[in-house]
């Protein structure tokens, strides 16, 4: 898989992968997105704040991802295993469900991490559905850890963190 920058001729493609996703989840009972959140805007802010990633498979967009430092304020609601690290946060992970069940999840997350390793960041934190059995169990299998939860409009949502 090759990853990049996003550029803002992506967001149709984008939008269309997360349209397939969220029609995916509702499929199998996951009420985790919708058509008001993550938005076009949010998309078009992570591209113009250069941290929005595509990873192409097949020379189209099967995977995006945002990296950054941003967080809502309920992160503060964790109970955060190494609070004065330096860290960022994974946000909006979606693989398109054409490409789903190849590992593709696993391997943005390995590119992540050592894209993140190699630049002096020493943790990785992010939030999960509490309802998004396949989320969990990836993140899991990685090695993140729970450390509190938080809820919003969606519902409840676990907090988690990695040492890298």
């Not at 996703?21 to 802010?45: H, N, T």
């Not at 250069?50 to 950054?68: C, K």
Request: with cysteine; net charge negative; proline share 2%.
């Amino acid at each position: 898989m090759l990853y990049r920058m996003a550029e803002e001729s992506d967001i149709e493609s984008i939008l269309g992968l997360v349209h397939s996703a969220i029609l995916e989840m509702e499929r199998q009972g996951i009420f985790q997105w919708d058509s008001i959140y993550p938005s076009r805007d949010v998309f078009l802010d992570d591209i113009r704040e250069e941290t929005l990633f595509v990873g192409m498979a097949d020379r189209e967009i099967a995977v995006v991802f945002t990296v950054n430092k941003a967080c809502d304020e309920q992160y503060q609601n964790g109970a955060w295993k190494y609070p004065g690290a330096e860290y960022c946060v994974i946000h909006r992970l979606c693989v398109d469900p054409k490409h789903q069940h190849k590992g593709l999840a696993r391997e943005a997350l390995d590119y992540i991490e050592h894209e993140l390793r190699q630049a002096g960041v020493e943790t990785i934190r992010l939030d999960v559905f509490c309802g998004n059995p396949f989320a969990l169990a990836l993140y899991r299998g990685m090695g993140y850890e729970e450390v509190g939860t938080v809820c919003w409009r969606k519902g409840r949502f676990y907090l988690m963190e990695k040492h890298l």
